[in-house]
Nanobody, 121 residues
Framework: QVQLVESGGGLVQPGGSLRLSCSAS????????MGWYRQAPGKQRELVAH???????NYADSMKGRFTISRANAKNTVYLQMNGLKPEDTAVYYC???????????????WGQGTLVTVSS
């Protein structure tokens, strides 16, 4: 079994910063793409940022210049540094990863349980 566990969410004032972490554990053979998505109340889940195993990144337009995604391949961990947070960034943030296990050569999509980020004064 594979698990993705996020941490780092919480309450922050507008203009503040947070760093989210997501670690994958279990019978992992390899991880290709990793990313962060978010879902605000009453809205659809949307891509925040994505990073390939080689470190190529992709961001949603509204996050460019404020958020930075990175990963530590040896730790099976992906990070999201969020600066200049705005109230509209309030959402549940989900970690996503495509993982091949020891029993399957195919990369399957896994999701974390989500971590709540609230931006409010």
């Amino acid at each position: 079994q594979v698990q993705l566990v996020e941490s780092g969410g919480g309450l922050v004032q507008p203009g503040g910063s947070l760093r989210l972490s997501c670690s994958a554990s279990g019978s992992i053979n390899s991880i290709s793409g990793m990313g962060w998505y978010r879902q605000a109340p009453g809205k659809q889940r949307e891509l925040v940022a994505h990073i390939t195993i080689g470190g190529i990144t992709n961001y949603a337009d509204s996050m460019k210049g404020r958020f930075t995604i990175s990963r530590a391949n040896a730790k099976n961990t992906v990070y999201l540094q969020m600066n200049g947070l705005k109230p509209e960034d309030t959402a549940v943030y989900y970690c996503n990863a495509h993982i091949a296990t020891m029993t399957s050569e195919y990369h399957i999509e896994y999701w974390g349980q989500g971590t709540l980020v609230t931006v409010s004064s």
